[in-house]
T-cell receptor, first 112, second 115 residues
Framework: GESVGLHLPTLSVQEGDNSIINCAYS??????FIWYKQESGKGPQFIID?????DKRQGQRVTVLLNKTVKHLSLQIAATQPGDSAVYFC???????????FGQGTRLTINP | GAGVSQSPRYKVAKRGQDVALRCDPI?????LFWYQQALGQGPEFLTY????????KSGLPSDRFFAERPEGSVSTLKIQRTQQEDSAVYLC?????????????FGDGTRLSIL
């Protein structure tokens, strides 16, 4: 398949610290990127998106950075809270197509 | 609620049985997608509808998988002669329109277990 992730990377942070989750995407023709949060037993929940003509976008407590030169996407979560514990996926959409291709998920755990 | 609704939430079937999974997209959403998510992995694309037209079915793993959206709203994913490798979570997503980049909003999925 196009997505990988048999061994899910884990990021552990202290409550109140900032979290940075990284993602390498695969296709230079991708024009749209989304970050999703997935809690156990639930579907992916939209967090923030960014188009390829931007390099930064901010939401409430979250920032997405896009570096097209090295095909890298990151999600920054400010003042991480226990409710932020989940698996985070980046997804890319190739220009002209509609489907999303998901990257390897990252499990975020919060230490009290 | 206002989100994507999927039913049933859980389905257990014996190998060889046929199953049907239902998706109610967000009202007014033109685009509808089906994804398959294996344990510990990200969702993988199966098929895409724009209204009632199935425009991309490149991700369907075999001809045992069939999807329809006859009136451009509710969609059904059918799997015939189920196999153990079909065990997964099947996710449905919808988005408002096709012409510009719009986020896909997901339901909570149907967890399918084939015995």
């Amino acid at each position: 398949g196009e997505s990988v992730g048999l061994h899910l990377p884990t990021l552990s942070v202290q409550e109140g610290d900032n979290s940075i989750i990284n993602c390498a995407y695969s296709n230079s023709a991708s024009d749209y990127f989304i970050w999703y949060k997935q809690e156990s037993g639930k579907g992916p929940q939209f967090i923030i998106d960014i188009r390829s003509n931007m390099d930064k976008r901010q939401g409430q407590r979250v920032t997405v950075l896009l570096n097209k030169t090295v095909k890298h996407l990151s999600l920054q979560i400010a003042a991480t809270q226990p409710g932020d514990s989940a698996v985070y996926f980046c997804a890319e959409k190739i220009q002209g197509a509609q489907k999303l291709v998901f990257g390897q998920g990252t499990r975020l755990t919060i230490n009290p | 609620g206002a989100g994507v609704s999927q039913s049933p939430r859980y389905k257990v079937a014996k190998r060889g049985q046929d199953v049907a999974l239902r998706c109610d997209p967000i009202s007014g959403h033109v685009s509808l997608f089906w994804y398959q998510q294996a344990l510990g992995q990200g969702p993988e694309f199966l098929t895409y509808f724009q209204n009632e037209a199935q425009l991309d079915k490149s991700g369907l793993p075999s001809d045992r998988f069939f999807a329809e959206r006859p009136e451009g709203s509710v969609s059904t994913l059918k799997i015939q002669r189920t196999q153990q490798e079909d065990s997964a979570v099947y996710l449905c997503a919808s988005s408002l329109r096709q012409v510009s980049n719009q986020p896909q909003h997901f339901g909570d999925g149907t967890r399918l277990s084939i015995l």
